[in-house]
């Protein structure tokens, strides 16, 4: 079992930066493949961002984000910056065992964080 648990979220104007952060437990931190998803109200769960084991591969779905991960901590973050209203969403990180590099799919993560949110106001 893999453990998630993420933290940063907060209330930030337009234009501000933010750095989330999920620290893993119960496996090793370099065995797992991490991501990261959105969920705004009424709307699905969508793909944000996404790091291999050993972080030498990544995919985003919006240049104004950065996916890191510090092995050695257990942790991966996603830097946000420039953040617009429509990026206001619960924000949850996800990891895998069994996907081969990375992965933009939820249904890939077996295991997820219980989200936290992050407003962006105009």
């Known amino acids: 079992q893999v453990q998630l648990v993420e933290s940063g979220g907060a209330f930030v104007q337009a234009g501000g930066s933010l750095r989330l952060s999920c620290v893993a437990s119960?496996?090793?931190?370099?065995?797992?493949?991490m991501g990261w998803f959105r969920q705004a109200p009424g709307k699905e769960r969508e793909f944000v961002a996404t790091?291999?084991?050993?972080?030498g591969m990544k995919r985003y779905a919006d240049s104004r984000f950065a996916i890191s991960r510090d092995n050695a901590k257990n942790t991966v973050y996603l830097q946000m910056n420039s953040l617009k209203p429509e990026d206001t969403a619960v924000y949850y990180c996800?990891?895998?065992?069994?996907?081969?590099?990375?992965?933009?799919?939820?249904?890939?993560?077996?295991?997820w964080g219980q989200g936290t949110q992050v407003t962006v106001s105009s």
């Open positions: 790091i291999s084991r050993n972080g």
């Open positions: 119960g496996r090793t931190f370099s065995s797992i493949v």
């Open positions: 996800a990891g895998s065992l069994t996907v081969d590099n990375i992965s933009p799919r939820a249904q890939d993560y077996a295991y």
